[in-house]
């Protein structure tokens, strides 16, 4: 005997109801793990931090490893541009791959080498001329506090009250500088840890890049086997947003750095400004990192020039802020673009926050970090206002 209309229609609407409860309990289930979870992390925070510090530490050499192999691939592919790209001979193909990841690692060695023998010692020395020069300039300073004590006794009570002399200062500086710069610990070891993980990481990197279509097709095979086509095809266009703005943010910083220092230390040598060289590599050095980084330069700048003529230091003040303005207008929007596309404050608070965090590496990676989290966040909001007829 077949089923009546009506009892077709409560079987289907009894199945539709019992696969609403299910997928009710699903997301029931799904979110009190999430509190349980949630509440875990709250009640140990101490622990799941010190946890989350091991494991940073653990997987440290390969997270470089993967950053070297990403700067690297940059290179290799501008050289696959230039290396017979359109060829058939069997061995220029055959050899494409290893000859463009040596050509990539030779260009490293080559910058490398010019920031260990051109930049480096300007920057070191520029330190130790500051050092040398700082218990003067601030004896000088103390002299003309007290000799003008009338105009500005709230800086003479603030001197006073502070207390301490120039070697004092000059010590406090340096273990300010060290602790942000590479934490707590102690200075040579974090320097010589850091090192064996930037080697270990540079091996490993090079592993990546000969096996690079291999680990593609794996991460390919791997989201079609989890991954649906739609949400695969929002992973790759997000992925492609992140990787558009780092390349172009390592590329550019990288050519607005060399720019500003070449124009800086050729602008110093026509007006006669004294350690040209010195204060040019610094500026340029600094200028690595965006948006304040010039800046920093040019106060390094201003205290060399300061220790030998006043005036000049002064004109050199004058100096910086047109050619800040110069490369502010005309060469950084051409070199870098927009692959930033953040607003001025956020740049800065990444800077602040990634320095923070992880000292000169977070300096380094804040910035391109929070564009590609600003840019990824407005195209979510974009398409959410478009749905909604915004």
């Not at 539709?16 to 409860?21: T, W, Y």
Request: charged share 15%.
């Amino acid at each position: 005997m077949l089923p009546s209309s009506n009892q077709v229609y409560i079987a289907l609407k009894g199945g539709v109801e019992l696969r609403a409860d299910d997928s009710q309990s699903k997301v029931i289930f799904k979110a009190i793990i999430l509190i349980g979870i949630t509440l875990l992390i709250v009640l140990n925070f101490s622990g799941v931090v010190s946890i989350c510090k091991f494991l940073y530490r653990l997987i440290l050499p390969l997270l470089l490893g993967a950053g070297v192999a990403y700067v690297l691939n940059i290179l290799v592919f501008r050289y696959e541009k230039i290396y017979f790209p359109d060829s058939n001979n069997r061995i220029i193909n055959s050899t494409r791959r290893g000859m463009t990841i040596l050509l990539s690692i030779l260009s490293i060695i080559l910058i490398l080498f010019l920031l260990l023998r051109v930049i480096i010692p300007q920057f070191v020395e520029s330190t130790s001329l500051l050092i040398a020069g700082f218990p003067a300039v601030y004896d000088n300073l103390l002299l003309w506090i007290n000799q003008h004590a009338d105009l500005v006794p709230e800086l003479q009570q603030q001197v006073e009250a502070l207390d301490m002399d120039s070697q004092t200062i000059i010590k406090k500086g340096l273990e300010l500088l060290g602790n942000w710069a590479f934490g707590t610990a102690s200075l040579l070891s974090s320097v010589l840890s850091k090192i064996v993980n930037f080697l270990l990481g540079v091996l490993f990197g090079i592993y990546i890049l000969f096996g690079k279509g291999q680990i593609k097709a794996s991460f390919a095979k791997l989201f079609s086997a989890y991954i649906s086509a739609e949400q695969r095809e929002r992973l790759y266009d997000d992925l492609k947003i992140a990787d558009q703005v780092f390349s172009g943010y390592i590329v550019g910083q990288f050519k607005e750095a060399v720019i500003l220092g070449v124009l800086c230390t050729i602008g110093m040598l026509i007006f006669g400004f004294p350690y040209a060289v010195t204060i040019g590599s610094v500026v340029g050095l600094t200028a690595l990192v965006p948006l304040v980084g010039a800046y920093i330069g040019a106060a390094v700048g201003f205290l060399l020039i300061v220790m030998v003529d006043p005036l000049q230091a002064l004109a050199f003040i004058v100096f910086i802020v047109i050619l800040q303005q110069l490369e502010g207008n005309l060469i950084y929007p051409k070199v870098v673009g927009d692959s930033i596309g953040m607003p001025g404050i956020w740049v800065l608070a990444s800077i602040l926050i990634g320095g923070g965090l992880m000292g000169i590496t977070g300096v380094l990676l804040g910035v391109p970090i929070a564009a590609t989290i600003y840019k990824l966040l407005g195209k979510a909001v974009d398409k959410r206002l478009v749905q909604r007829g915004g």
